[in-house]
């Protein structure tokens, strides 16, 4: 028998509870937090490695060039190689495709995509090495070589090429050719193919050891040469930073002279060069060649 509005329930002399709706809701609250009780605690600051996952760490790296030039560059750990590469370019001046990347004597591979792939670490020095290409021929090209002599207004040997002129286009595949002395010129056809064979191979020219240049700064030009600056090995280096001496082999069409030096900047773009030239009576002389470079595209 249940007493109307009562909670209890009297039977055989026994009185049992009777569960009211407010008495379940509360027992399903006591068991939520008997399980949260039991439950593992998130342990102090996993948070913060939570955020560090989704924020990368970022790492400092100290870049210098053989010259002594210091910078340093802070990217993210998660940072691609070509990343790496633009910050160099922007701090060194010296263009992606020019780089050679160092870490002490480990040469870093700049195919990995990735900055953690070089496996660099916080604080590393990375030193940079200035590649020099030449540049590549465009598809229509101008060239003129002028003596030094002409500079230094020293015409001796007249029957010397004083100029060499160059045009021509590699999709055509034509190249006029002219010779230019003192007194006369010559002027040829040919078909551009061998020579734009020859300017390719000569992209990765090797340098020239330093006691093999033929360009040299004024104080270590042999004051005995004086008498005669257009010898190979005491040609005054140009005022411009960053030159580099290429050691090449490029013939020159329908005459017994080559291309054996050039000298580039930075750029790969040709400042100077040096041809051998062999006459039949007056034997063969290595000039010095100022060069005026015009790509007609």
Not at 211 to 230: G, K, M, Y
Request: charged share 25%; proline share 3%.
């Amino acid at each position: 028998q249940v007493s109307q509005g009562s909670s209890t329930l009297e039977h055989g002399g026994y009185h049992f509870i009777a569960w009211s709706s407010m008495q379940c809701k509360l027992q399903r609250l006591v068991d939520v937090l008997l399980w949260l009780a039991h439950c593992p605690r998130q342990q102090e600051g996993s948070k913060t490695e939570e955020i560090d996952l989704e924020t990368p760490e970022k790492i400092d790296l100290e870049i210098c060039s053989l010259s002594g030039q210091v910078s340093k560059v802070r990217l993210s750990a998660a940072a691609t190689v070509t990343e790496l590469q633009a910050e160099i370019q922007a701090v060194m001046n010296v263009p992606r495709q020019s780089q050679k990347l160092l870490v002490g004597s480990r040469t870093l591979d700049l195919r990995a995509s990735r900055l953690s792939d070089l496996e660099l670490k916080q604080g590393d020095v990375i030193t940079v090495v200035a590649l020099v290409s030449l540049a590549p021929l465009a598809a229509n090209f101008y060239f003129e070589f002028h003596s030094s002599r002409i500079r230094q207004r020293n015409l001796r040997f007249r029957d010397f090429p004083l100029i060499f002129k160059l045009g021509g286009s590699i999709p055509e595949k034509t190249l006029k050719f002219e010779v230019w002395h003192k007194f006369d010129h010559d002027e040829e056809s040919f078909d551009a193919e061998s020579f734009a064979c020859a300017w390719s191979r000569a992209w990765s020219a090797a340098r020239a050891e330093h006691s093999d240049r033929f360009w040299r700064e004024a104080a270590d030009i042999d004051a005995a040469f004086h008498v005669d600056p257009l010898m190979a090995g005491q040609f005054a280096l140009p005022q411009v930073h960053n030159l580099t001496e290429l050691v090449v082999d490029i013939l020159l069409p329908n005459l017994d002279a080559k291309i054996v030096r050039m000298l580039v900047d930075s750029g790969g773009e040709l400042q100077r060069v040096a041809i051998h030239v062999n006459l039949l009576f007056d034997g063969y002389r290595i000039e010095e060649y100022d060069v005026t470079f015009v790509p007609s595209d």
